[in-house]
């Protein structure tokens, strides 16, 4: 019963910490747009929340309730091929949230140097190591 309920709460952490990665490449196209030091202001305090008050502490619990959840059946789960996979996935998707933090710090100190298309592009890459990790998990291809 254990089990479920690490379960449920991981997948929850995922949910509220993707949520986060996704918004947060959004909210820099905005910001790299305005030209308004009033809008500018606005973005730069809604990225600081999101990232500090959302994104970090889900990924936080992300992993600490991943690691929980291999503790219970380490066997079950070491033997896969698919959860180094997905392990490297997630080590990739930690870089990108820290790199976020960069860009955040950037941004904060109006030291921007990259347009509103590179935010547009930069802000699919979660959306394919998403799609990559549940077929891991789902699908177990190895």
């Known amino acids: 019963m254990l089990l479920l309920w690490v379960k449920a709460f991981h997948i929850i952490a ?11 490449p ?3 196209v905005y910001h790299a747009m305005s030209d308004e030091e009033t ?4 973005f730069k305090v809604m990225e600081r929340k999101l990232y500090r008050g959302i994104m970090t502490p889900s990924m936080i ?3 600490a309730l991943g690691a929980w959840l291999i503790s ?6 070491i033997s896969g091929g698919w959860l180094h996979a997905k392990l490297t996935l997630i080590g990739i998707l930690v870089g990108y949230h820290l790199y976020c933090g960069v860009l955040l710090r950037k941004f ?3 030291l921007n140097t990259h347009s509103h ?3 547009r ?5 979660p959306v394919l190591i998403l799609i990559a990790v549940v077929i891991l998990v789902v699908v177990k291809p190895f």
Do not use: H, M, S
């Not at 592009?121 to 890459?125: G, K, S």
């Open 108 to 110: 904060r100190d109006d």
């Open 61 to 63: 619990a992300t992993i």
């Open 121 to 125: 592009w930069f802000n699919e890459f």
């Open 117 to 119: 298309v590179f935010y």
């Open 26 to 28: 959004r909210l820099f």
């Open 14 to 24: 995922v949910v509220c910490w993707f949520a986060g990665l996704f918004y947060l």
């Open 72 to 77: 219970l059946l380490p066997g079950g789960y």
């Open 39 to 42: 809008g500018k202001a606005q």
